[in-house]
């Protein structure tokens, strides 16, 4: 792996920086306390970064029609699975993240143990195949390598990525007739679920499908980040220049629990109206996306 970021500005550098030193920071605030003894040997092993901002291809024009930003995205590996769990030891990084002024670029990351990783590798998980090949260490406890990947076959490729395609387009194309007729039922509540689902369904297929990853999440707001770093055609579906419409989005986001069990969740109807027409945008978009990259893996195999 890289460990230069020579080719990202010093503003952006910085950026980092912070980044790397809230995460250590809430992470070891996390971990006091506990009896157990994996979270008195917790340890953060290594932060990597990926994506745009690893590969050199980022947007960053936040004033632009689509208001598009990239992310920074990152790998942190762990030193055991248990301390993987995103609201026991994660949640309050990713929250004060959003909330520090010095960071203007969003950060997004996912949280896997050093065994998990080797795992995925020997299993030629191709999404972090291509984190080991372009990732750039920005932090590392001990310089242990990560396992060899070993690559896929394209036909193995192209058999996995059409049955991620199948499965998750046929979910997000369901969940999307409930949104409809919950809509109309005036069931808003249940309808805002559904909408949550289709989007996270949509999503979730685009990364199973390009990269034969889907991070174990609900949150829709981390999900649109990773897709559209595979593909930027995804971010027509939810532009983010006017500020009602990502209040809308971030509505939306809290779906999944609140719409569920919270008899105070609230959401208009002129938003979800609006969502709903996004959404059958989005849907449209990952069709194209994907059948273009299974066309480029049936070329691949002649």
Known sequence: MKSSLDHIPPRKQRELERVLQILHEEFEDALKGGAAEFKKRGRILKIILFGSYAKGGWVDEPFTMKGYRSDFD???????????DFADYWHKAADRLIREKSIETPVSFIVHSRREVNTYLKEGQYFFSDIRKEGIVLYELDDEPLAEPKPLTPADRLRLAQEHFADRYALATTFLKGFR??????????????????IEQAYSCVLLTLTNYGPPSH?????????????RRLAEAFPRDQHRERAWFNTLNEAYVKARYSKHYEISAEALTWSGERTTILLEIVNRVCHDHLEALRKCIG
């Not at 990152?74 to 993987?84: E, K």
């Not at 981390?222 to 595979?230: C, G, N, W």
């Open 74 to 84: 990152l790998l942190i590996i762990v030193n055991d699975r248990r301390l993987c």
């Open 181 to 198: 007729f919950y809509l109309g039922e005036r069931e808003i509540r249940v309808a805002a679920f559904e909408l949550h689902q289709s």
């Open 219 to 231: 949150n829709i707001k981390f999900l649109r980040s990773l897709a559209e770093e595979q593909d």
